[in-house]
């Protein structure tokens, strides 16, 4: 039976009933003061848009060019680490509902699920696999013939960590710092039980992007920790070059927040890179996605930018698209939903947006996502509009 809830705050709250304290906030959580996680969300309600009537509206298509494809909605599920642990299976469930509605859906390097445990599960739909390089290249190209092997179309290379900022919450709890469970986080599954046996039922969970590989420890917790401190912190624009090489599909950079970065790797020759910062997880204080995106589009002219971060509503793809983005990228919004309802809480969420894109552009005269990106930044109040002042 399909989730009741009504928006993607309805998922988180279910989503927070459902998970131990240590996984909600994993998901929920930003770095140090939470002021850059809080102004994804915020800035976009700054944001008006122009509503306009009697336009002899059409029936409206909501299909939207990006990353080289036609896709039927112009946002995608992009890359969320641990999903299994949201719900067993999370990833496979989180594919399945994408695919299903036609839209990609990424696979994070720190999924529990394995790119060839998604496509053996019949998710033959668009994959996507997000990258992250670490010190030993060997792995690295390990993980690229993985991508390469089950027919991955986009390689999204993350280029934000190279420390990993600090999360007091997960500090807290003790999230990747902990090498075994403990009584107080046992405690902690236990006070959750319908999850605790859905994770039995889904079996131990791993990275499953070094499955075998002994030297990242026994268990998910070990592995996690091993994989973070792997991560290449000297990574630069050369690295790009080498992987560019090494990769014959689609490449974003996936971490850009700076118009110089975005002519660096217009430069360098990457086919599109998306906006963001890392859902407010890393650099506290950095401005949200929402407001760098606009200088972002400009700097990097000709080149595909897609946006992630903040999306809570159908209204806020809609004022991203506006301001250049050609697609943007679900995290939190479909990971609170397969926490919420596994597989049919993914496609609430997707259903949900898609139908509050379908009434914005309704309610704003506009018969598709084509003639939104054409009317651009019109589509939206200018700042300086008495309109957009509070009343």
């Known amino acids: 039976m399909s989730p009741t809830f009504a928006n993607v705050e309805d998922a988180r709250r279910i989503a927070r009933r459902r998970l131990p304290t240590i996984f909600f906030d994993y998901i929920d959580g930003g770095s140090s003061a939470e002021t850059t996680l809080r102004a994804n969300t915020g800035d976009f309600s700054r944001l008006r848009l122009h509503q306009r009537v009697l336009a002899g509206l059409e029936p409206r298509d909501l299909s939207s060019q990006f990353l080289g494809q036609r ?32 839209i990609p859906s990424c696979l994070s390097n720190f999924s529990i699920a394995s790119l060839d445990d998604v496509r053996r599960a019949g998710c033959a739909g668009p994959l996507h696999f997000q990258l992250y390089v670490l010190k030993d290249r060997g792995l690295a190209e390990a993980f690229l013939a993985a991508a390469e092997h089950a027919g991955v179309e986009t390689l999204h290379l993350t280029v ?26 046992g405690l902690g599954f236990a006070l959750r ?36 401190r792997l991560i290449d912190p000297a990574l630069s624009w050369a690295d790009v070059d080498w992987l560019r ?34 859902g407010g997880r890393q650099l506290d204080g950095a401005p949200s996605t929402i407001g760098a995106l606009p200088g972002i589009v400009e700097a990097g002219e000709g080149l595909e930018v897609l946006l992630d971060g903040g999306v809570r509503r159908g209204t806020d793809i809609v004022k ?25 809480g993914a496609a609430r969420v997707i259903a949900l947006l898609k139908e509050e894109i379908h009434v914005t552009l309704a309610l ?5 996502i084509d003639a939104l990106k054409r009317l651009g930044r019109d589509a939206l109040v200018p700042a300086d509009d008495p309109a957009f002042a509070p009343r």
């Open 71 to 102: 896709h039927p909605l112009p946002f995608m599920l992009g890359p969320v680490g641990f999903l299994g642990l949201f719900a067993g299976g999370g990833e496979i469930l989180a594919a399945r509902a994408a695919h299903a509605a036609g």
């Open 193 to 228: 039980p319908a999850w605790a046996l859905d994770m039995l039922r889904a079996g131990k969970p791993g990275v499953g992007a070094v499955r075998g590989r002994t030297e990242f420890g026994a268990n998910i917790l070990a592995q996690a920790g091993t994989l973070s």
């Open 320 to 344: 991203a698209l506006a301001l250049g983005a050609s697609g943007v990228l679900l995290g939190r919004a479909y990971a609170w939903g397969i926490a919420a309802g596994g597989e049919a």
């Open 364 to 368: 704003m005269g506009l018969s598709s």
């Open 245 to 278: 090489e090494r990769w014959t599909g689609r490449l974003t950079i996936k971490g850009i927040l700076h118009p110089q970065d975005a002519r660096l790797a217009k430069r360098a020759g990457v086919d599109a890179i998306v906006v963001s910062n890392h």
């Open 160 to 185: 934000d960590t190279a420390v990993t900022g600090i999360r007091e919450r997960d500090a807290r709890n003790g999230f990747r710092a902990a090498t075994r469970i403990g009584p107080r986080m």
